[in-house]
């Protein structure tokens, strides 16, 4: 009734650019360094029981466009993974936060933001 109808079917037809690739590992720190070569990489960091957090990963995601589909993006659960968590600190010499959202490229870090900065981020300047 009053439309919900079409505003749901917009929702659902909405594609979504961003594809999250789960950290799971310290392994994959290297692997990001390595691929960080040709292209940059985005690290998010989200802590699932954070309110601040669930927000932002929501407007990060509708921050990705067509033109931003091939942009790899590293998804990090902070709770499960407090040991990666720490080493992407000292392996990119930036300072923890939560949420927050890392660019690496050429193996180092070149943009960190974090909380409501992370949805000011200008994703085409990393393509």
Known sequence: MFGSK???EEKTEKKSFLNFLPLTTLE?????????HTGAVLIFKHSTRCG?????IKQFEQLFTAEHEHLKVYYLDLLNH????AE?????EVTHASPQVI???NGNSVHDASHNDI?????SRFI
Do not use: Y
């Not at 407090?82 to 968590?85: A, C, H, L, V, W």
């Not at 992407?88 to 990119?92: A, D, K, M, S």
């Open 6 to 8: 079409e505003n749901e």
């Open 88 to 92: 992407i600190g000292v392996t990119f």
């Open 82 to 85: 407090k040991d990666i968590s």
């Open 119 to 123: 949805t000011l981020i200008n994703l």
């Open 103 to 105: 660019v690496v490229r």
């Open 28 to 36: 994959q720190l290297e692997t990001i360094k390595k691929e960080s």
């Open 52 to 56: 601040i957090s669930r927000m932002v």
